[in-house]
Nanobody
Framework: QVQLVESGGGLVQPGGSLRLSCAASGFTFRAYAMRWYRQGPGKERELVAA????????NYADSVKGRFTISRDNAKNMVYLQMNSLKPEDTAVYYC?????????WGQGTQVTVSS
């Protein structure tokens, strides 16, 4: 079955960096677009970044453009989110996501807290 396992979250000071990882299994990873979402305290879940299968350009939410970079390693079935210049408003649970047909698949999430 499809499994997505996030890691790499933690507590970081404003201006700092974190790299989130998502290990995928149970499907042909290279054939599917991958996404990172986040849900902050009292907020709705929002799309942060998306990366297509091959070629094409990643897409980013306006709030993270120029600070976050999504990438993937199809040989390792991994997707990453490099987060730089972190701000307190980036505090959220970050989720890895993929969609197959009508179904959305989610990981368990990893907490990112940006605070001094």
């Amino acid at each position: 079955q499809v499994q997505l396992v996030e890691s790499g979250g933690g507590l970081v000071q404003p201006g700092g960096s974190l790299r989130l990882s998502c290990a995928a299994s149970g499907f042909t990873f290279r054939a599917y677009a991958m996404r990172w979402y986040r849900q902050g305290p009292g907020k709705e879940r929002e799309l942060v970044a998306a990366i297509p299968t091959t070629g094409g350009s990643p897409n980013y939410a306006d709030s993270v453009k120029g600070r976050f970079t999504i990438s993937r390693d199809n040989a390792k079935n991994m997707v990453y989110l490099q987060m730089n210049s972190l701000k307190p408003e980036d505090t959220a649970v970050y989720y890895c996501n993929t969609a197959r047909g009508l179904f959305d698949y989610w990981g368990q999430g990893t907490q990112v807290t940006v605070s001094s």
